[in-house]
Nanobody
C-alpha cells in the first residue's frame, strides 16, 4: 500500500526557515517524479516545486524561486523541501505528491509563518 508521510511543518517567524520531509513507502520511489503542493485557506492549490525521478531536474513556482529548494534521497525514499526567508503568505498546508503510473498524495503538514 502506497504511503507518503510529511513532517517538519510548524510555526515559524517571518524570515525563518523550515525543512519539510516526505517519507515514501509501498511504491517505487526512485521511478517517481515528486512534487510539493500547498493550499492556503480560501485559495487554490498551488504547485510549489517538482523534481524528476532520474535526472533530478527541479522546477519552482515563481512565488518561491530563490527561497525554496526541493531535493530527494532515493536511498532513503524521501523528498525534502527546504524553505528559507519564509513570508506570511507561505502559510498553508503543504502536500507531498508522487507521480509515476499512479499518483499518490500525503496527508499534508501545516506551515504557519507569523510573528
Amino acid at each position: 500500500q502506497a504511503q507518503l508521510v510529511e513532517s517538519g511543518g510548524g510555526l515559524v517567524q517571518p524570515g525563518g526557515s523550515l525543512r519539510l520531509s516526505c517519507a515514501a513507502s509501498g511504491f517505487t520511489f526512485s521511478s517517481s517524479a515528486m512534487r510539493w503542493y500547498r493550499q492556503a485557506p480560501g485559495k487554490e492549490r498551488e504547485l510549489v516545486a517538482a523534481i524528476t525521478s532520474t535526472s533530478g531536474r527541479t522546477t519552482y513556482a515563481d512565488s518561491v524561486k530563490g527561497r525554496f529548494t526541493i531535493s530527494r534521497d532515493n536511498a532513503k525514499n524521501t523528498v525534502y523541501l527546504q524553505m528559507r526567508s519564509l513570508k506570511p503568505e507561505d502559510t498553508a498546508v503543504y502536500f507531498c505528491v508522487a507521480r509515476s503510473i499512479r499518483e499518490y498524495w500525503g496527508q499534508g503538514t501545516q506551515v504557519t509563518v507569523s510573528s
